[in-house]
């Protein structure tokens, strides 16, 4: 049966409900069994903090997986299995800390059962290149993508509500599409996401009581990159590749710009470290909140970008653009980029500039620019007041 959006509406309140009311069990839980998280350097938080709350997520999104899903194809049951195994691979990394060779063999364990099972990318369409087909190379490569996402989120949950707000925007983006795709299952499957991870967000948002942990985090991307296999990647759209990247920008570029600056200074790229986009925002004098409000609007930003490629009418979908809506999606993409921009840049150095000239008064400009270089290369550098 035809999925419909009041099915996608129920289904994530059905999975926030199930979530909000099952996380401070788990909390309880994670406390007997010892699994908290401790304060440390390149941390933000500072209290012991509960974790596991992904097995809260992912009991509100089997629920409604079960009313919702697992009546129709088969991949539904092994999508739910390998949200099982990727929350076990998860919670057990959270109580033991498990080596990453092994913590990345359990991820591909749980992709595994879902692409065998169908859930995998055999050709795609690329804008001005058309139709590409992979061939036998589309188990493997989905394999890659979706180990890569569940890590891209992984990495980027380290502030209060972070993962949470951002993944269940891009849930919520991603939901909508998929509709306007007729994807209906994969679009309730981004609703539950979503409403699972609002629900969660309810005890996580500053000052979080519980934190997702491993399995919460590794379990969001794994529905993330689900979704965007099932929803969008196995169409015809042409632009149904470039969505998700849009919609995930964040979390990509901040996986990517850590492992970049990990590289250049020899680092291993599996050991954290405090060079995500919140930590130096933190760095700068931005609190939790405010820190994971901006982030929220720049993922809110490229949502809607992404929802303006699919909804726009800017094109006849045979090469042809329209001048007037191509003159409409280019102002929209540039203020993303505006807005992208000034998150980057703005924030992150001019007024770091002017706390240097603050805090080294009589500095001449290229001491200050020296200064905010060699800070902004090493990430290390005094935190601004609160003022």
Known sequence: MQKTALDAVLAALVAGTVTFMLTPITARVAVRVRAVDQPRDR?????????????????????????????????????LWGALIITIVGAVDDMVDLHPVI??????????????GGVRVDNFTL?????????????????????????????????????????????????????????????VLAAITAGAAIGFL????????????????????????????????????????????????VPFLDTTFVVLKRMKYGRPVYVADANHFHHRFSRIGFSQRRTVLYLYAWT??????????????????????HAGWTAVMVAL????????????????????????????AGSTDDEVDAEVQRSLETGEFEALSGR
Request: glycine share 12%; hydrophobic share 55%; net charge neutral.
């Open 127 to 187: 804008p001005f290149v058309h139709r590409v087909d992979l061939g036998g190379g589309g188990e493997i490569l989905t394999i890659v993508g979706l180990v890569a996402i569940i890590n891209v989120v992984n990495l980027s949950d380290g502030i209060d509500g972070l993962a949470a707000g951002v993944c269940a925007i891009s849930a919520i983006a991603l939901s909508i599409i998929a509709f306007d795709l007729d994807k209906g299952s994969a679009a």
């Open 202 to 249: 309810g005890h996580n948002f500053h000052p979080a009581s519980i934190f997702m942990g491993d399995c919460g985090s590794n379990l969001l991307g794994y529905l993330l990159g689900v979704v965007s296999v099932q929803g969008s990647l196995k169409t015809n759209a042409l632009v149904a590749v470039v969505i998700p990247l849009i919609v995930l920008a």
């Open 300 to 321: 809110a930003c490229l949502a809607g970008l992404a929802l303006a490629v699919r909804f726009v009418p800017y094109s006849d979908n045979h090469g042809h653009l």
């Open 43 to 79: 941390g933000l938080s500072d209290r012991p903090t509960p974790l596991l709350g992904g097995i809260a997520i992912f009991a509100g999104v089997a629920v409604a997986m079960l009313l919702w899903l697992l009546g129709g194809s088969h991949q539904w049951t092994v999508i």
């Open 333 to 360: 993409g540039l203020l993303v980029l505006l807005a992208s921009a000034y998150l980057v840049y703005v924030l992150e150095i001019l007024k770091f500039r002017r706390f240097v000239r603050t805090r080294d």
């Open 103 to 116: 913590k990345l063999a359990g991820q591909v364990g749980a992709v595994l059962p879902p692409v065998l």
